[in-house]
């Protein structure tokens, strides 16, 4: 059982990256995905989730309407869009799975959780 956070790097303010967040060994679809994120010197931050089986999503305020959540089935993966990227985006991303979970799944304790990936947001 593994998953795994990749797609990070190096974008210039304004710009865009997409998060994947790929399943083995389990079905992604039974679980929500919270992605999370954690800059330098701060705590950890849940930003984002889709709950399983119908897809509704939540979004932290920071991130709402910039960054956008999704899955593909087929793929058993997980995305998260990043539009107009700021500094302040700047950290380690992380993705985690909640069986049967609800898009309020930052608020539990995940099953699963990936090594993160690296986004830094710099001119």
């Known amino acids: 059982v593994q998953l795994q956070a990749f797609g990070g790097g190096l974008v210039q303010p304004g710009g865009s990256l997409r998060l994947s967040c790929a399943a083995s060994?389990?079905?992604?679809?039974?679980?929500?995905i919270g992605w999370f994120r954690q800059a330098a010197g701060k705590e950890r931050e849940g930003i984002s989730c889709?709950?399983?089986?119908?897809?509704?999503?939540y979004y932290t305020d920071s991130v709402k309407g910039r960054f956008t959540i999704s899955r593909d089935k087929a793929k058993n993966t997980a995305y998260l869009q990043m539009n107009s990227l700021k500094p302040e985006d700047t950290a380690v991303y992380y993705c985690?799975?909640?069986?049967?979970?609800?898009?309020?799944?930052?608020?539990?304790?995940?099953?699963?959780w990936g090594k993160g990936t690296q986004v830094t947001v710099s001119s």
């Open positions: 985690a799975a909640l069986l049967y979970g609800s898009r309020w799944c930052l608020d539990y304790d995940m099953n699963y």
């Open positions: 060994g389990f079905i992604l679809d039974d679980y929500a």
């Open positions: 889709i709950s399983s089986l119908d897809d509704r999503t």
